[in-house]
T-cell receptor, first 113, second 117 residues
């Protein structure tokens, strides 16, 4: 079965600093989803990457998919307290059907003002 | 479009009781998923529906769990004879499987917290 490992497990940064979260898969990636979660709440969709080499940006968050390395990275530029939360990566178990996601354990981000 | 709605948001029940959670997906989404999440872990897939058909169930879904999606709209997840190990957040998600390359973006609800005492 596929496993996703996220690093780091937790991260504390000063407001305004840049940061990167990585998600590495044990198997071939057929796409990668990034979500954000506040403690005790649901998942907020951030981005979906479907092709190797794809890169997407939304506001100050950029995500890339490296199929060869079976890895995705999430980069936040000039972090703000509103970026604080748990970031989760999820990947479909197979290509085409794209329905059953396996998730990593999450990266807890704290942004100090 | 109000997003994926789940009800109730929190439920405390005694061991052995039955509980039911409801999920209303985004309108016109033909796929609906149930996941379970415990503290410090990512969500784990339980089951999914395409329209009214339940197409796959995880081994995590014991015989005490049953999910339905009559008429392909809202869904219910029932847990019978609850056990303390069932305590978790139950997340519902939906997506639209279509021809667009941007299709099948999976949107999650706020989750339903279950505490079994």
């Amino acid at each position: 079965s596929q496993e996703l490992e996220q690093s780091p497990q937790s991260l504390i940064v000063q407001e305004g600093k840049n940061l990167t979260i990585n998600c590495t898969s044990s198997k071939t990636l057929y796409g990668l989803y990034w979500y954000k979660q506040k403690y005790g709440e649901g998942l907020i969709f951030l981005m979906m990457l479907q092709k190797g080499g794809e890169e997407k940006s939304h506001e100050k968050i950029t995500a890339k998919l490296d199929e060869k390395k079976q890895q995705s990275s999430l980069h936040i530029t000039a972090s703000q307290p509103s970026h604080a939360g748990i970031y989760l990566c999820g990947a479909p178990n197979s290509g085409g059907s794209n329905y059953k996601l396996t998730f990593g354990k999450g990266t807890l981000l704290t942004v100090n003002p | 479009d109000t997003g994926v709605s789940q009800d109730p948001r929190h439920k405390i029940t005694k061991r052995g009781q039955n509980v039911t959670f409801r999920c209303d997906p985004i309108s016109e989404h033909n796929r609906l998923y149930w996941y379970r999440q415990t503290l410090g872990q990512g969500p784990e897939f339980l089951t999914y529906f395409q329209n009214e058909a339940q197409l796959e169930k995880s081994r995590l879904l014991s015989d005490r769990f049953s999910a339905e999606r009559p008429k392909g709209s809202f869904s219910t997840l029932e847990i019978q004879r609850t056990e303390q190990g069932d305590s978790a957040m139950y997340l519902c998600a939906s997506s639209f499987l279509g021809q667009a390359s941007s299709g099948n973006t999976i949107y999650f609800g706020e989750g339903s917290w279950l505490t079994v005492v």
